[in-house]
């Protein structure tokens, strides 16, 4: 490009002000030839208003606005500003200057005016793009209007800055070495951000040239606006960070035809698999299928992706090193600006972790946690089907219940160590002696099921019951001691004994009971002469019945503890009666009697009365946020006017709602869980407290607790029996974590040593009650506990 003649007068001087070139734009301006100029020097050339009688070195003149006169050839005196710089940005090539003169005041051109002349003056302002003309010195001898919108700044003002100053700090030494790297090797590009006079900052792609205007050498170049392209890469980069970090497998893959080729996978997809990018790039995902499992999922992906569409599932698929892992996976077309998908991608988490601890809860709900056998729920499962087999199939099955003789002996003498590890040794003797298709179940503390099919006759299954018998009767050594345990077994036939669970499980509970009553260590069989047993049953009914009229029932009232502050926050109302002849009765011995007469319903009464005016009695002394739990059983549940009956005890004994706590068991509740819901929904409306008792002991699924609106859980007694060490301390803090993470607060119950309070405490457990603390207190004891503040320390 021919770019003469140069619209800025520059010329070049050496160190001691010797004119050494001169160009055109200088002869136009003042009016002398190039040979005229040399040899002259620069004061002879300008006298500068700053010369004070003594003239300034050239070198002394470098990024100083210095101004003064242009001695003219005719004689004039044209006022000008003079800019000197090094004619190299290498510092290591000193020796000569370059000498801009700009004419100044009104007589001043400007840049429109500097270019006017030029042949392509219209190309150059018509540019897309900014253009610049930088000489030797780093500074600007021509430019465009886009140049000057990009720095904010006027013409009269670039040609003074050196052009490494229009950008950061931290890049100008980049600059200055592209611009080098034009002069030396005749082109270089870079991107860079210019910096504007206020603050505007604009991206270019810049693309340099060396040309000589004249005898002067200098580069050209282009700048084109990349801002909105380097927006682009910034949001591409962090969604392609996102995509890097995403702790997610994700996997893009490109579509060719009926194939959907891997073209990408993320760091979580390496570590997932184990595969890395390099080692599957262009194979088909479907390479990681387990073949024959999970078809169906398989099948609906296929015609998902087939049909360009987005789709979601579960399947199983396989890591490098052959391991099976559960994958919830999300794949999502991407379209192109024609509308065509063109790649997919593949989202996965991997949630094998989640599907193991289902599992573990599932087991959890349906084993004993201490000896691994079925519980109740899943042996009533397997029981139905049993019977509806037998029935089906004209057989003959069994349900044999056994029930440890004095195993409280044991607990309370022993130890519930030892207690434990009978129960552990029975349960292992009873799977050795029963098939893979019976079911051994533990249904309570030293309670026994067992479902036994295929029976040839009630001879069989005698003869197979007292090998049982005799098994469990068999001594067990623990700790040194040998233990001789004994077990009371009731058995039903079915279908002649019951075709319903009910029928058969309430025969064979008859049935244990007779046993017992036999003098333990034997084993009856469901009969017509269980009348004597139902008798007996119709006598503690009738003795029941009075008893409540007679004022022979008392509460108790264990306290519950703050175990933050120590403070006694509460207590539970426990039943006993004060039998006239065989003294004080646990509730274990006439609650199921209560239960199956339906004096259960007036009992439970008169124990919430009694709670409501221990209550009052309590706010009287100050207490008014103490609270009182109440254990409440399916038949008062069931009762029509329940919620209305403890409504009225409330207001007759003017006591906050909020005071009053009901315990349900989470068997109870799973028994009937829609009419249960119902029913706590009105007593929760009422202002009630409301807490499941003995939790993990039953089987609710985490959907179903969080329907009901409970305040708390309360951790059954038997998860801190076993000690703090086995797997009773990973299902407590199991306990506790769900408990907090549904934001309930968890009680535990049965309490007995430091070490199980040490545990609760540093698992975050909210409250205790036990004997470690205190036993049941009749209500004066308790008031007086109150009164005096007695707190737990330790």
């Not at 003056?121 to 990009?150: K, M, T």
């Not at 987005?310 to 892992?325: D, E, I, M, T, Y």
């Amino acid at each position: 490009m021919n770019l003469s003649p140069l619209p800025l007068a520059v010329f070049v001087a050496d160190v001691h002000g010797t004119i050494m070139s001169w160009n055109r734009a200088c002869e136009k301006l003042a009016g002398y030839s190039a040979v005229e100029m040399h040899g002259r020097t620069l004061d002879q050339l300008i006298e500068f208003d700053d010369a004070g009688g003594h003239a300034l070195s050239v070198q002394a003149r470098v990024d100083i606005d210095s101004v003064g006169n242009l001695v003219c050839a005719d004689g004039r005196r044209l006022p000008v500003r003079v800019t000197v710089a090094p004619q190299s940005l290498d510092p290591e090539q000193p020796g000569s200057y370059s000498i801009i003169v700009v004419p100044r005041g009104a007589t001043a051109p400007s840049r429109y005016s500097l270019i006017q002349d030029l042949p392509v003056n219209d190309i150059i302002e018509g540019l897309p793009c900014v253009f610049y003309v930088i000489d030797q010195s780093g500074r600007l001898l021509l430019w465009n209007h886009q140049l000057e919108q990009a720095l904010e700044m006027e013409s009269e003002e670039l040609p003074t800055v050196e052009v490494k100053y229009f950008f950061e700090p931290a890049c100008r030494a980049e600059i200055v070495q592209k611009i080098l790297d034009a002069f030396d090797a005749g082109s270089s590009w870079h991107e860079a951000e210019l910096i504007g006079k206020h603050g505007k900052r604009t991206s270019f792609l810049f693309q340099c040239c060396r040309t000589s205007l004249g005898s002067l050498p200098c580069v050209f170049g282009t700048g084109l606006d990349i801002t909105a392209r380097k927006r682009a890469e910034h949001v591409l980069k962090v969604r392609e960070r996102a995509i890097y970090a995403s702790v997610n497998a994700i996997c893009i893959t490109c579509c060719e035809g009926s194939e959907n080729r891997i073209e990408y996978v993320n760091p979580a997809f390496e570590r997932v698999t184990g595969y890395t990018l390099g080692e599957i790039k262009g194979r088909d995902p479907r390479f990681m299928r387990i073949e024959g499992c999970d078809v169906d999922e398989h099948r609906r992906i296929h015609e998902a992706l087939q049909r360009r569409e987005s789709v979601h599932a579960v399947l199983r698929n396989a890591r490098k090193n052959g391991q099976l892992f559960w994958n919830e996976l999300r794949i999502d077309p991407v379209r192109n600006a024609d509308g065509e998908v063109t790649h997919f991608v593949a989202v996965i988490n991997d949630i094998t972790e989640a599907r193991h601890y289902e599992r573990r809860l599932h087991h959890l709900a349906h084993h004993d946690p201490l000896t691994g056998l079925a519980n109740r729920t899943l042996l009533q499962e397997r029981l139905k089907l049993a019977i509806q087999f037998a029935a089906r199939n004209r057989m003959v099955g069994a349900l044999a219940f056994l029930d440890l003789d004095n195993f409280k002996y044991i607990n309370d003498n022993l130890g519930h160590d030892i207690g434990d590890a009978v129960l552990i040794e029975t349960a292992g003797r009873l799977r050795a002696n029963m098939r893979e298709e019976d079911t051994v179940a533990r249904v309570g503390g030293d309670e026994f099921v067992l479902v036994i099919n295929d029976q040839g006759g009630a001879e069989q299954v005698a003869d197979l019951v007292e090998r049982i018998r005799r098994s469990v009767g068999s001594p067990v050594l623990v700790g040194g001691k040998e233990i001789v345990p004994s077990t009371s077994i009731g058995v039903a036939l079915f279908p002649r004994d019951g075709s319903t669970v009910d029928k058969v499980m309430r025969a064979a509970d008859a049935a244990m009971y007779h046993a017992k009553s036999l003098g333990k260590n034997n084993c009856q069989f469901y009969s017509a002469e269980l009348n004597r047993l139902v008798h007996q049953h119709l006598l503690l009914e009738a003795s029941l019945g009075r008893a409540i009229g007679n004022h022979e029932m008392v509460l108790g009232y264990q306290p519950k503890v703050d175990l933050r502050s120590g403070r006694m926050v509460g207590a539970e109302a426990l039943l006993r009666w004060n039998h006239p002849e065989r003294g004080l009765i646990g509730p274990d011995s006439f609650i199921p009697v209560a239960e199956q007469t339906g004096l259960i319903v007036p009992l439970g009464e008169w124990v919430i009365e009694e709670a409501c005016g221990a209550l009052r009695a309590i706010g009287d002394l100050g207490e008014h946020d103490f609270v009182i739990s109440v254990n409440l059983s399916l038949r008062q549940l069931r009762h029509r006017q329940f919620v209305e009956r403890v409504m009225e005890s409330l207001e007759r004994h003017q006591v906050s709602p909020s005071c009053l706590e009901l315990e349900v068991t989470e068997s109870l509740l799973m028994d009937r869980p829609d009419e249960a819901k119902e029913v706590l929904a009105r007593l929760k409306a009422l202002g009630v407290r409301l807490s499941i008792d003995d939790f993990g002991t039953g089987y609710s699924s985490l959907s179903q607790l969080q329907a009901f609106p409970v305040d708390h859980i309360k951790i059954d007694r038997s998860f801190l029996g076993g000690g703090i060490d086995d797997g009773h301390g990973v299902i407590t803090r199991a306990i506790i974590a769900l408990g907090h993470s549904l934001q309930l607060k968890v009680i535990a119950e049965g309490v007995e040593t430091r070490e199980q309070l040490a545990f609760l405490r540093d698992h975050d457990c909210d409250q205790m009650q036990g004997f470690y603390f205190s036993p049941a207190l009749s209500q004066a004891a308790l008031a007086d506990m109150l009164s005096r503040g007695v707190r737990l320390h330790a």
